[in-house]
């Protein structure tokens, strides 16, 4: 069974720097794209990062409202999708859900970007 | 980028009668090997979304088939035939062709 598990939200302030995760399980990590999404309160799904397979050379993709903040990763060892949120803003405010080709989504982690 | 614009924002439908949701491309969604790179999602309320239909046409695991899709390259239909209590919920279509991956608005789907 596909198994996916966000950590790692909270409540940060403006400029301020997070590290959100994902335990992938149930498959090969390696042969899947990843990806991030997030959905704002009240609003509608947004895809934000992805992170191509292994036959790819995990090759990154971003949105332009994330590109040069948020770094999507992989410990391919531990089966981990990472991504690091710098310099977040009130408008990253969302529930950030990982997902595997979305075919599969995790059930989601909050972060509340307010001072 | 490519923008799907779903309607009607939302739809009432008494259990056991049929709802029907449209969504709208900018751009075609065929790609160059011949598939159509069209998904619909549902969303209840307080979960995550949930893989319906992938490739326009073809039900995700597990999902009844009382859920069907249809469409050309860029304007396609979500029917959900005797709509049951657990169908309540936003539904999205989204497209996989190029990045950015984007999705429509929603439809939110209530009981009468």
């Known amino acids: 069974e596909v198994k996916l598990v966000e950590y790692g939200g909270g409540l940060v302030q403006p400029g301020a720097s997070l590290r959100l995760s994902c335990e992938a399980s149930?498959?090969?990590?390696?042969?899947?794209?990843m990806e991030w999404i997030r959905q704002a309160p009240g609003k509608g799904l947004e895809w934000i990062a992805a992170s191509r397979n292994k036959a790819n050379d995990y090759s990154t993709v971003y949105s332009a409202s994330v590109k040069d903040r948020f770094t999507i990763s992989r410990d391919t060892y531990k089966s981990i999708l990472y991504l690091q949120m710098n310099t977040l803003k009130p408008e990253d405010t969302a529930i950030y859900y990982c997902?595997?080709?979305?075919?599969?989504w995790g059930q989601g982690v909050m972060v509340t970007v307010s001072s | 980028d490519i923008v799907l614009t779903q309607a009607p924002l939302s739809v009432s439908v008494t259990p056991g009668e049929s709802a029907s949701i449209s969504c709208r491309s900018s751009k075609s969604l065929l790609s160059s090997k011949g598939i159509t790179s069209l998904y619909w999602y549902l969303q209840r309320p307080g979960k995550s979304p949930q893989l319906l239909i992938y490739?326009?046409?073809n039900l995700a695991s597990g999902v009844p088939d009382r859920f069907s899709s249809s469409g050309s390259e860029t304007d396609f239909t979500l029917k959900i035939s005797k709509v049951e209590t657990e169908d309540v919920g936003v539904y999205y279509c989204?497209?996989?062709?190029?990045?950015?991956?984007?999705f429509g608005g929603g439809t939110k789907l209530e009981l009468k």
């Open positions: 490739q326009m046409s």
């Open positions: 149930g498959f090969t990590f390696s042969d899947f794209y």
């Open positions: 997902a595997r080709g979305l075919s599969h």
């Open positions: 989204g497209h996989r062709l190029e990045y950015p991956w984007t």
